[in-house]
């Protein structure tokens, strides 16, 4: 039974920082396309980054390159993204997700298996 398990959030204030954690337990992340998105109220979720997706080594979209970081501990079976100089607009529920497929870019329907999610507040 493959499970995700996202903590982390909490309440930053414009500038802060906060580190997601996403512990896997049912499979390996390191042979899988694993991704994060983010859902703010009102909008459709979107994907921010993912490693072994068809983008490259690690994939960013522009609206946190350069401010967030992904990465993982494979001994520990657990992806991370280290989120620096955060915004208000930051303000989502995050998930971590994972894809059977190595081309799954950051597309959130082609992922199978998602964390619970974890909110992050950016106040101003």
């Known amino acids: 039974d493959v499970q995700l398990q996202a903590s982390g959030g909490g309440l930053v204030q414009t500038g802060g920082s906060l580190r997601l954690s996403c512990a896997a337990s049912g499979l390996t992340f390191a042979d899988y396309a694993i991704g994060w998105f983010r859902q703010a109220p009102g909008k459709e979720r979107e994907g921010i980054s993912c490693?072994?997706?068809?983008?490259?080594?690690?994939y960013y979209v522009d609206s946190v390159k350069g401010r967030f970081t992904m990465s993982s501990d494979n001994a520990k079976n657990t992806v991370y993204l280290q989120m620096n100089s955060l915004k208000p607009e930051d303000t989502a529920v995050y998930y971590c997700?994972?894809?059977?497929?190595?081309?799954?870019?950051?597309?959130?329907?082609?992922?199978?298996?998602w964390g619970q999610g974890t909110l992050v507040t950016v106040s101003s």
């Open positions: 490693i072994n997706c068809g983008l490259g080594s690690t």
């Open positions: 997700a994972v894809s059977f497929s190595n081309e799954a870019w950051i597309v959130p329907s082609l992922y199978e298996y």
